[in-house]
């Protein structure tokens, strides 16, 4: 993966079973976020091939990756809807679509007063610490 004149990652490979839970580490500037924005399609990869199931794959091939980020990563300006409403838009939803599943969604898991919810948790919002004993 370039970005101008430099070369970002190379030479990455690795397996993930079907099923399996794929923990991705590595310390802080070693490509981790880069690679997978790559296999999401946020970024076009300038080299490389990712195989799914022994398919070549792309992400316009649909929901077959999942992208849990670190909390920094959310847009913290955005209440929930519009949070989830990007990531399905990402997906390839179109915006309508992308709101109205997020939305019978948070109605499955009975979180639909929280949809209007900012993203951000204050300190206000948090629980105060106690010490325990």
Same mark, same amino acid.
């Given at each position: 993966?370039?970005?101008?004149?430099?070369?970002?990652?190379?030479?990455?490979?690795?397996?993930?079973?079907?099923?399996?839970?794929?923990?991705?580490?590595?310390?802080?500037?070693?490509?981790?976020?880069?690679?997978?924005?790559?296999?999401?399609?946020?970024?076009?990869?300038?080299?490389?091939?990712?195989?799914?199931?022994?398919?070549?794959?792309?992400?316009?091939?649909?929901?077959?990756?999942?992208?849990?980020?670190?909390?920094?990563? /959310?847009?913290?300006?955005?209440?929930?809807?519009?949070?989830?409403?990007?990531?399905?838009?990402?997906?390839?939803?179109?915006?309508?679509?992308?709101?109205?599943?997020?939305?019978?969604?948070?109605?499955?898991?009975?979180?639909?007063?929280?949809?209007?919810?900012?993203? /951000?948790?204050?300190?206000?919002?948090?629980?105060?610490?106690?010490?325990?004993?």
């Amino acid at each position: 993966m370039d970005f101008g004149g430099s070369t970002v990652i190379r030479n990455l490979s690795f397996d993930v079973q079907a099923g399996e839970t794929f923990g991705f580490l590595g310390s802080n500037g070693s490509g981790k976020t880069t690679t997978i924005r790559a296999l999401l399609g946020i970024y076009k990869p300038t080299a490389g091939v990712l195989h799914i199931n022994g398919k070549s794959f792309s992400p316009e091939d649909g929901g077959r990756l999942g992208y849990l980020p670190e909390e920094r990563g /959310l847009y913290k300006k955005e209440n929930v809807i519009e949070l989830m409403t990007h990531f399905g838009r990402l997906k390839g939803f179109d915006r309508n679509a992308a709101k109205s599943w997020s939305l019978q969604y948070l109605e499955r898991v009975a979180l639909a007063d929280k949809a209007k919810k900012s993203t /951000l948790k204050t300190r206000a919002d948090a629980a105060p610490y106690t010490k325990k004993s």
